[in-house]
């Protein structure tokens, strides 16, 4: 965020626009993929076919703004404390949000959802354990991929009972379900392997030995750039 002109307030900057845009459209995605808004007008049948090939449209900008708002804030030199904040909570409730949905549809089992969703809890947990100490975990190449791989299995989820593959041939629908849970399973290991890196990358913090309690700028520190890679854990 910066300081306006007059002093008396602040505005955000372009990135940290974009990705507050990202979260307050997550209900509307949601409201596309689960209500029964075509009755609402009358639409013709094929509106009803397409509903979830909207969805999918819906989530994938909401996912690609990730990279849009990480351009803005390097390009333009606007990277704030605010936006490492507010960037990896932005996609974690998109995707969080989805898998709810997944489930809401009958589609998904909750124990993957409970997976994804609890490595979040468990390495934010982490991170924080670690800043305490004054120490930062790096984010690594598995969260990118974690990331990609859970974007990609939750458009293929949105889509793959969708009218459209169910007029397929029965052997090209059942390569589409193949498909999608392969991509899916796919999510799920790389989230459980990249939550297990974390974990070996902090071993030193969790066992120890311990150098004692950091000093508060140290801790503050730590603080920002455990931030910072949360964020580079993203696409963006």
């Excluded at 708002?69 to 998109?94: I, M, Q």
């Excluded at 790389?190 to 120890?208: E, K, N, P, Q």
Aim: net charge negative; proline share 4%.
């Amino acid at each position: 965020m910066a300081q306006s002109e007059g002093g008396a307030g602040v505005r955000l900057n372009a990135a940290n626009t974009v990705t507050l845009t990202r979260m307050i459209f997550i209900p509307i995605f949601l409201l596309v993929l689960l209500a029964d808004w075509p009755r609402w007008f009358t639409a013709p049948q094929m509106l009803y076919a397409a509903r979830p090939w909207i969805a999918a449209g819906v989530f994938a900008i909401l996912a690609a703004t990730d990279g849009v708002d990480g351009y803005l804030a390097r390009s333009r030199n606007e990277v704030t404390t605010f936006g490492k904040f507010l960037d990896p909570l932005a996609d974690k409730l998109l995707v969080t949000a989805a898998l709810l949905a997944l489930i809401e549809m009958h589609v998904l089992p909750a124990w993957i959802a409970l997976v994804i969703i609890s490595r979040e809890f468990i390495v934010s947990g982490l991170r924080m354990v670690a800043s305490a100490e004054g120490t930062v975990i790096a984010a690594s190449w598995y969260g990118k991929i974690k990331t990609v791989l859970q974007i990609a299995a939750v458009l293929l989820f949105i889509v793959k009972d969708s009218a459209t593959f169910a007029n397929l041939p029965a052997d090209a629908q059942v390569w589409v379900q193949v498909v999608a849970w392969t991509v899916m399973g796919a999510a799920v290991v790389m989230t459980i392997m990249s939550m297990v890196d974390y974990f070996m990358h902090a071993r030193d913090v969790l066992i120890g030995p311990w150098s004692g309690e950091p000093s508060l700028a140290t801790a503050e520190k730590a603080v920002c750039e455990a931030a910072r890679e949360e964020t580079d854990e993203t696409v963006g």
